[in-house]
């Protein structure tokens, strides 16, 4: 676990992260499908984000390419656990929060890279 941190501020980022990376998954699965593809990622990338694309949609710039805002309202997420989470925690250096959620991902595959490199 991510020491010196808060369990809920542990928390709050990953919900963040998993919504950030959920947008920035339907941003990417746009770049090869259309957005009525029937692919089941596709399908739950759609679904999961739609609530949030039309609450982002007031401050949605309009000249934004359909298939750009779901990155345009993950930038959104990115900034907040980026510079607000550290703030509400009451660090005086932004980043020290920086990202629990990537880290352990970062984790986990050097653990497993390991293991694979040294035959098991």
Do not use: C, H
């Not at 692919?39 to 609530?51: G, H």
């Not at 934004?64 to 930038?75: E, G, I, T």
């Not at 595959?109 to 040294?118: D, E, P, R, T």
């Amino acid at each position: 676990m991510v020491t010196g941190v808060p369990l809920y501020a542990v928390v709050i980022d990953y919900l963040l992260g998993m919504v950030m990376w959920t947008l920035i998954g339907r941003f990417g699965m746009r770049l090869f499908l259309p957005e009525d593809s029937q692919f089941f990622f596709n399908r739950f990338f759609v679904k999961a984000t739609d609530p949030l694309i039309r609450l982002f949609k007031p401050i949605t710039p309009g000249f934004l390419v359909d298939a750009v805002v779901p990155l345009y309202v993950a930038w959104f997420f990115f900034m907040a656990r980026f510079y607000v989470m550290p703030w509400l925690l009451g660090y005086s250096v932004m980043g020290m929060l920086s990202f629990p959620l990537e880290g352990q991902a970062a984790q986990g595959l050097y653990w497993i890279a390991n293991k694979l490199l040294s035959g098991g």
